[in-house]
């Protein structure tokens, strides 16, 4: 199964020497790199490659430490760069095994065009390549082109690396809690099991019969579940969580009116929608300008 190389281009607004030592020195590149978690030159030779240690915190104590060189360096007379580079690791556990690749810096008009092209050699014969056809190769392309809009955002607004991270992963994270909330809470109480207490408060709140207000109930789950996925598929979550600044409120509201005793409960409608609200007031604001792979071309 033949991969194609992976490939990465972003137009950045920055000097040639700003950006070159941002990709270059290893203490500035392993802040932005989401593939590095260190970068350690080594005592360089003369007329030697410039050798290096790099390692990458997979999670649970665990990570993969390999080795790189630096092969050469090409400045063009249209005043464009080429840097090219040798990689690889011993350890078995990583689905790379050797790889060679290219960084090229290219001034444009008052910008410039920042690119790379990479391939690999990949570890467990058949079941690696395929592993890495349908998994690992888009996921590192994608952190790739994640990790070059960072960059271009630190360079052009001087926002720090670490707190656009921060706020990246905190965004997705918030994004799955309310993918998972909404899908929960529609499909387990309402679908699943029908819990006498929805039924209960929907009786109450709109004056219903049993069978009027389990029929009620079972399309709101419904549309609880279809929300949750929104929060899956819908671009535009800032939009989502201006939505639940005012739904909470209004739960909230209804179901204290149709259930007044619920507030004596454990994890009761009012704390419950008043952390969920308050989470939609962090997200909402943390949601703008968000670090995005989309912003970089990814084919030549």
């Not at 580079?85 to 001034?107: D, N, V």
């Not at 969580?241 to 994890?267: C, D, E, K, R, Y």
């Amino acid at each position: 199964m033949k991969s194609n190389p992976i490939y990465v281009e972003i137009t950045i607004n920055s000097e040639m020497e700003k950006l070159w030592d941002a990709t270059q020195k290893p203490e500035l590149h392993e802040q932005w790199d989401l593939r590095f978690s260190s970068i350690t030159y080594l005592p360089k030779q003369e007329n030697e490659p410039q050798h290096f240690n790099y390692k990458t915190n997979i999670g649970f104590g665990m990570n993969i430490a390999g080795w790189g060189k630096s092969v050469g360096t090409f400045h063009a007379k249209d005043g464009s760069r080429t840097s090219s580079l040798h990689f690889g690791t011993e350890q078995a556990i990583s689905i790379i095994r050797e790889g060679k690749g290219y960084w090229k810096y290219k001034p444009e008009q008052n910008s410039m065009k920042f690119l790379t092209q990479y391939n690999y050699e990949t570890n467990f014969g058949r079941v690696g390549n395929f592993f890495d056809f349908l998994i690992f190769r888009p996921a590192i392309g994608w952190a790739t082109a994640l990790s070059f809009d960072v960059l271009k955002r630190w360079l052009e607004k001087g926002e720090s690396p670490s707190t656009q991270y921060g706020r990246f992963f905190s965004y997705w994270m918030i994004t799955i809690l309310f993918f998972f909330v909404w899908l929960y809470q529609g499909l387990v109480p309402k679908l699943m099991s029908m819990h006498p207490e929805e039924v209960s408060m929907t009786k109450s709140l709109l004056a219903l019969t049993t069978n009027q207000a389990t029929t009620i109930v079972t399309l709101i789950g419904i549309g609880e579940i279809i929300f949750g996925l929104i929060w899956l598929f819908y671009k535009n979550k800032r939009r989502l969580l201006g939505l639940q600044l005012i739904l909470f409120p209004l739960l909230t509201i209804s179901a204290i009116v149709a259930q007044p005793a619920s507030l004596s409960h454990p994890f009761n409608p009012l704390t419950f929608n008043i952390t969920l609200f308050i989470l939609s007031i962090i997200g909402f604001f943390m949601s703008k300008d968000i670090p995005t792979a989309k912003s970089c071309k990814r084919k030549k």
